[in-house]
């Protein structure tokens, strides 16, 4: 039975030495840890960044289109009214020269009409 027996002071280096190991790989490890976290980080906001920016490129054409239709339907009204009053004109131009051509039959005309519009009114 060969037992070596250490004297104190190599227990308590060993110790030592064991407990310095394991600091430097908790140390290791936590530096990893942070590295590793840091790098998930930074991943997730690029990933962040580039969908945000995505989204914007998305919205800005849409506003745009939405704008293009906007000033297509705008013109398309304009024009609309444009030809109302050219046609209100005409049918006023009409009206004006056949007061003109036959003034007794336009007087005739606009009495009736009032009253069938008065008789209309009152009921």
Same mark, same amino acid.
């Given at each position: 039975?060969?037992?070596?027996?250490?004297?104190?002071?190599?227990?308590?280096?060993?110790?030592?030495?064991?407990?310095?190991?394991?600091?430097?790989?908790?140390?290791?490890?936590?530096?990893?840890?942070?590295?590793?976290?840091?790098?998930?980080?930074?991943?997730?906001?690029?990933?962040?960044?580039?969908?945000?920016?995505?989204?914007?490129?998305?919205?800005? %054409?849409?506003?745009?289109?939405?704008?293009?239709?906007?000033?297509?339907?705008?013109?398309? %009204?304009?024009?609309?009214?444009?030809?109302?009053?050219?046609?209100?004109?005409?049918?006023?131009?009409?009206?004006?020269?056949?007061?003109?051509?036959?003034?007794?039959?336009?007087?005739?005309?606009?009495?009736?009409? %009032?009253?069938?519009? %008065?008789?209309?009114?009152?009921?």
């Amino acid at each position: 039975m060969n037992k070596q027996v250490q004297a104190p002071e190599d227990m308590g280096s060993t110790a030592a030495e064991r407990i310095e190991d394991r600091a430097e790989r908790i140390k290791q490890a936590t530096s990893s840890a942070v590295t590793n976290t840091k790098e998930a980080v930074e991943r997730a906001a690029d990933h962040v960044e580039e969908s945000l920016h995505r989204a914007t490129d998305k919205a800005a %054409g849409a506003a745009t289109r939405a704008t293009e239709k906007a000033d297509e339907y705008r013109q398309r %009204g304009r024009e609309a009214y444009d030809d109302a009053i050219d046609r209100a004109d005409e049918w006023l131009d009409r009206a004006r020269d056949y007061v003109r051509e036959k003034p007794v039959q336009s007087v005739a005309i606009a009495l009736g009409a %009032g009253w069938l519009l %008065g008789r209309i009114l009152r009921r």
